[in-house]
T-cell receptor
Framework: DAMVIQNPRYQVTQFGKPVTLSCSQT?????MYWYQQKSSQAPKLLFH???????NEADTPDNFQSRRPNTSFCFLDIRSPGLGDAAMYLC?????????????FGPGTRLTVL | QKEVEQDPGPLSVPEGAIVSLNCTYSNSAFQYFMWYRQYSRKGPELLMYTYSSGNKEDGRFTAQVDKSSKYISLFIRDSQPSDSATYLC??????????????FGKGTKLSVIP
């Protein structure tokens, strides 16, 4: 089945230690998104790629970076995680079209910062 | 005022009850309205979407949109314990640069008690 895969599902890191989360998709969608979701809160868009074009949200901290080496893969790098970065990180994909754009989500990576 | 307001609950109902979940919004640019279901420690999955005012039915689920009042609802008939999850409303607007952006509500946590 076509899907969005995130690895790892659970990640524990130390304060200030860089961490990379990965997302892959078999849907061949051209748009990929990274969201941060804290407990009992709405998912918050960090950035998205439209093909190779990177679009950063204005309030996304510089501590968060992303890479998309090809259509199928996208990475979220947190350069110096703080305690406030502990959250669920969701990857989503969509195929852009002039009309409804449905986003398909992966299962998420739950990040713990010690 | 947040763009999308959703009562976080929690909401607890007996099995078989009719459930009503609601969101209000302030941005007239929203064109598409979606409901996502998120089970604990999983990514959101799309339940239903609509773009016009009125009702859309899918099995036990009915999505209702009232654009004049900027109000959307999701009704669940004959609720089942398996419906226990957090329900997120989401709305999308075209942002230019070929992409749509989703804005989520905080989610309503629903528990259906057998």
């Amino acid at each position: 089945d076509a899907m969005v895969i995130q690895n790892p599902r659970y990640q524990v890191t130390q304060f200030g230690k860089p961490v990379t989360l990965s997302c892959s998709q078999t849907l061949n969608h051209n748009v990929m998104y990274w969201y941060q979701q804290k407990s009992s809160q709405a998912p918050k868009l960090l950035f998205h790629y439209y093909d190779k074009d990177f679009n950063n949200e204005a309030d996304t901290p510089d501590n968060f970076q992303s890479r998309r080496p090809n259509t199928s893969f996208c990475f979220l790098d947190i350069r110096s995680p703080g305690l406030g970065d502990a959250a669920m990180y969701l990857c989503a994909t969509s195929r852009e079209s002039r009309g409804l754009v449905t986003q398909y989500f992966g299962p998420g990576t739950r990040l713990t910062v010690l | 005022q947040k763009e999308v307001e959703q009562d976080p609950g929690p909401l607890s109902v007996p099995e078989g009850a009719i459930v009503s979940l609601n969101c209000t919004y302030s941005n007239s640019a929203f064109q598409y309205f979606m409901w996502y279901r998120q089970y604990s420690r999983k990514g959101p999955e799309l339940l239903m979407y609509t773009y016009s005012s009125g009702n859309k039915e899918d099995g036990r689920f009915t999505a209702q949109v009232d654009k004049s009042s900027k109000y959307i609802s999701l009704f669940i008939r004959d609720s089942q314990p398996s419906d226990s999850a957090t329900y997120l409303c989401a709305m999308s607007a075209y942002t230019g640069a070929g992409s749509y952006q989703l804005t989520f509500g905080k989610g309503t946590k629903l528990s259906v008690i057998p």
